[in-house]
């Protein structure tokens, strides 16, 4: 038998490879019944799939001899972090090849805040010895092997001093501690002081967009407002818990976020500081860090829990947690400049990369990849109020310790919320109505 | 003798000084060395001189009125407080310029974050005008709007602006003298008169409003001290000062500024009508040819390949045609060279139905047209009369015999309809009136049967030969139950009480040895009858048929089984996000995916909110230099 090919002149196929395949497409939907079903399965399969993908850790940066007590990305240079230690140790890592550049044994006490230039050119550093130090990052390079390289300039404290923070415009920067304290480069004194009440400041930090408002959180349980165009502060408002850090919404600078040792986060609108405007729980002991993204939609905290959550601006729960076995406590969290990646410094003495969309692919994506993925977003945004997606999508494994600790936690509120509930009962007209949670939260506003 | 006068007017002034420190000394003291220092000695020394008197008087009520004003030395607690409300404010204040940003961002579909600059995308309601749509139409919409305001100023108040410009004029002269003064003699002197004034003010107040108008004198101060220090005391500011920044962002600025300069001042020859310098030959050239332009498009587009879908060809062609009529009335007008035109046309627009207005103000004068502006209010109503007087002329003529065949045919149904309306209504009022009564099955039975046996007349004949489905309709309801038999309906009842048995909770099933306990005192249970079991059923049955659904129908068993099966593709409760279920559908109506969307549209459906990307460094907000010169 002879074979040979037939040539098919029919209206479907394609007569040469470059030819265009007409796709016939009716919109009217009474065509498509099962468009939605369909649609459905879909939405199912991609957050299943988002699961098994779902790898968020990277990478660490291991180097330093005692716990991470600092760290911050560079604002300009992607590739640039710095952190400082317990043992007064600042490294500056190089995150592609997640290596050392530089080692600097900068203070003689505890690194308390490192901190960017807005170039990325200069680092400012303060520690528990009263000492600021401003580098030069060129000049560091030059002599890269040397550990105890002589700061660009060294400024003394008479106070305490708690972090540091470099201005986003100006050559600049502020020093939480006693006082809080601003800084000039060229003066070896600061311009500019602070002070409201007896107790230290524990963390400071200056608004993304404007060069002139700084807010800090105080050790006597109180929020700060500074302006440095007037010589006092603005006002505070006192909670029931002390917070010890803070983070700026760099796309609305109207807002802050705050992390407070009763475990919570809190943002507040600056104009009204009275009452903040949303609690952000999840986290089961106090804060220690939060960082915003920059495109302002994220933020990420850091607990003394041993995790790493990340809640959006606007909801009150966190959409991902991050855990480890051999993660410490989090010190300190900050976010890339691309909002791609998180990373966070503990007290194992290790820093570790984290990526903020945990199934995400990391490297060159294609088009046709990036739509597929796209969609698949789209049809579970679509679908995420059906239980069975929602049930799926929200599930997050957890150590047991944390599961523990969050049921006992929901026990203990719903047991405070009964007994308040039959007290009530039994004797009606003696308890006026329970404040909204916010306001139990605030203990007073002055200004 | 100039060195004489000279040396004249120093002995006259020495001397006039030396008179003055005499008076002085002598009002001021003579103190005596027996008494004290006291004022009633004060007082008496005063008196014994009576001539100085008045003038110690005015002296101490000077000094008195200047004491209401002069500040209280305040303590650095109340000072602090002073500055940060101040601060606030500022703050406050200097905040707002972020609000319009916050907000368009958190209001936006989406955010890019990969490109520069946020680029706005054109909403479907900006497009929904046809005439909008070309940019010729909104350029033509402009100008006639600022024709038409400028001839309603004209009107109001032409005397009057000419007089409120020569005012304003002056005004400005006299500001630019006044702030060109540099000399500080004048300058004390404006000073001392404002705080002659000021002391006029708070000498008529009352003690609280005068601690009020204080205070707000000192938030004032701090204000100030806050402002002065910021704005001069920066080095940003000092370096400005000094060099007036870089020399980029100099020219920048610049040729910004003349770029605004040479727009307004295009602007401003175009809006020259008040000096009758408004070229129209010019302007009319330009739209007759952009209008030619366009309606040469059109043309194009026509003859373009169509789609494959029907609909959307036919709107395309809807769209066109009404682009090209306008189009062309537009040309009709301007090539016809009437100036009222261009006024006229707007209003053509609004009310659409243009055709008996344009030809009576085209072939009127300015004054028939202004008189037609003035009464635009009772045009409709002309329009309507016209448009019955020419129905009655013309078109009846050429009404067919068809149409007025059909229009009797539609007449005639319509008839029937309200009869067969007013006989359903009745029977429907009977059966209220029965049921209300209480109706069993077998009352309904007898009134149908009745029915069904009746014999037809001649009319219902003629009725069922008209439209019989309607009788037939009316009586199939109950066709079932006349034929029904008894045996039939205890089944149906068999049914209904099957069904609720179903519902009945399983009971325990009988475990050996339990209930029979040995001990003493113990009572023994009898067990229960084969009676009292039923009896038991039977209540929990009536029991579970006052549930139901159906308690009161007789003739229905509801089945309220539900299929469990397919409860995981729906949402069990309304999102809080949704105010109602429509809502919430029509949200997911809308499938997204490459097999029911062209792909540009699924592309664009799918896009996400915020789009970012690895390497693509975001940075903080800030605000226009535009903006920012202005704040």
Known sequence: MVKFNTICRSGQERSTNADITKVYRNPNPKVHPLAHAREYQRALVATKVEKIYAQPFLGALNGHSDGVSCIEACRFNLSKLVSGSYDGEIRIWDIPSRRTLIQLNAHQQMVKGVSFSRDGMRIVSSGEDKTINLYDFPQLLEQSNNTFQDPLMRYLSKGTLGNVDHNYQLSQFATAGQVVQVWDYERPKPIMKFQWGVDSVSCVKYSPADSNLICGTSMDRCVILYDVRAESAIHKVAMLNKSQCLAWNPIEPLNIVIGNDDSNCYTYDIRKIELPTMIHKDHISAVMSVAFSSSGREFVSGSFDRTIRIFPFNKGFSREVYHGQRMQQVNSVSFSADAQFVYSGSNDMNIRIWKVNASQKVGIINQRETNATNYRQALKEKFKYNPEIKRIAKHRHLPKYLMNKKKQRQEMKESKNRKQRNAELNNPGQYEAPKPEKQQRIEQFIQ | ?631
């Open chain 2, 1 to 631: 003798m100039g060195k004489l006068n000279k040396e004249q007017r120093l002995e006259k002034q020495l001397a006039k000084k030396i008179e003055k420190q005499d008076v002085y000394q002598q009002v001021k003291l003579q103190e005596t060395e027996e008494d004290d220092f006291n004022v009633a000695n004060l007082i008496q020394t005063l008196e014994d001189q009576g001539q100085q008197i008045d003038s110690v008087k005015t002296q101490y009520l000077r000094v008195q009125e200047k004491a209401r004003i002069v500040q209280e030395p305040e303590t650095q607690a109340e000072r602090d407080q002073q500055e940060r409300k101040v601060a606030a404010t500022v703050m406050k204040q200097d905040i707002k310029k972020w609000l319009p940003i916050v907000k368009k961002n958190r209001e936006s579909e989406r955010i890019d974050f990969t490109k520069q600059r946020n680029v706005q995308i054109s909403k479907i309601s900006d497009t929904s005008n046809a005439l909008l749509n070309n940019h010729l139409g909104v350029k033509l919409q402009n100008a006639m709007e600022e024709v038409e305001k400028v001839e309603q100023k004209q009107e109001l108040n032409g005397q009057s602006n000419q007089q409120k410009s020569n005012l304003q004029f002056y005004n400005d002269l006299k500001m630019k003298k006044i702030s060109s003064i540099k000399s500080k003699i004048y300058k004390q002197i404006k000073k001392k008169k404002g705080n002659k004034e000021k002391l006029k003010l708070m000498a008529q107040l009352t003690p609280a409003e005068r601690r009020k108008e204080i205070e707000k004198l000192r938030l004032s101060r701090a204000k100030e001290r806050i402002t002065l220090r910021h704005s001069t005391k920066n080095k940003f500011v000092s370096q400005l000062l000094r060099f007036g920044g870089d020399k980029k962002s100099l020219k920048q600025q610049q040729s910004f500024l003349n770029n605004i300069k040479h727009q307004l001042l295009a602007k401003a020859q175009l809006n020259e009508l008040e000096d009758g310098e408004f070229d129209e030959e010019n302007f009319r050239e330009q739209a007759i040819s952009q209008l030619e332009q366009e309606l040469q498009d059109i043309e194009r587009r026509e003859k373009e390949k169509q789609n494959n879908f029907g609909f959307l060809d036919k709107q395309k062609k809807q769209d066109l045609q009404q682009s090209k009529s306008i189009a062309q009335k537009l040309l009709t007008m301007l090539k016809s060279g009437n100036d009222d035109a261009i006024q006229l046309d707007e209003s053509d627009n609004q009310e659409q139905n243009s055709d008996d207005n344009y030809e009576q103000n085209v072939n009127g004068d300015k004054d028939k047209s202004n008189i037609n502006i003035e009464n635009n209010e009772f045009n409709g109503r002309a329009n309507f009369v016209n448009e019955t007087k020419q129905l009655t002329e013309t078109q009846k003529k050429r009404i067919d015999a068809k149409t007025s065949l059909s229009n009797y045919l539609n007449q005639e149904p319509e008839k029937l309809q309200q009869q067969n309306k007013q006989e359903k209504q009745l029977t429907i009022q009977d059966e209220k009136k029965q049921l209300i009564e209480g109706l069993n099955i077998k009352n309904i039975k007898q009134k149908y049967e009745k029915q069904v046996n009746q014999k037809l007349t001649n009319q219902d004949l003629k009725k069922l030969q008209s439209d019989p489905d309607e009788l037939l309709q009316q009586n199939l309801a109950n066709f079932n139950l006349v034929l029904d038999e008894d045996e039939n309906e205890n089944a149906f009842i068999d049914e209904k009480i099957k069904d609720m048995e179903e519902e009945l909770p399983p009971e325990p099933a009988n475990t050996k040895g339990w209930g029979s306990w040995a001990g003493f005192g113990i009572k023994e249970k009898k067990p229960l009858t084969q009676e009292q079991i039923l009896q038991n059923k039977i209540k929990k049955i009536r029991e579970i048929q006052k549930k139901r659904q159906d308690a009161k129908l007789d003739n229905v068993i509801i089945s309220e089984k539900r299929d469990t099966k397919f409860s995981k593709y729906l949402v069990p409760k309304l999102p809080s996000e949704f105010t109602n279920s429509e809502q919430f559908d029509q949200l997911h109506t809308l499938p997204l995916g490459p097999e029911w969307n062209s792909l540009t549209s699924h592309q664009a459906l799918t896009q996400p909110q915020i789009i970012t990307k690895a390497g693509v460094v975001i940075n903080p907000v800030k605000i226009p230099q535009q903006i920012n010169k202005l704040i």
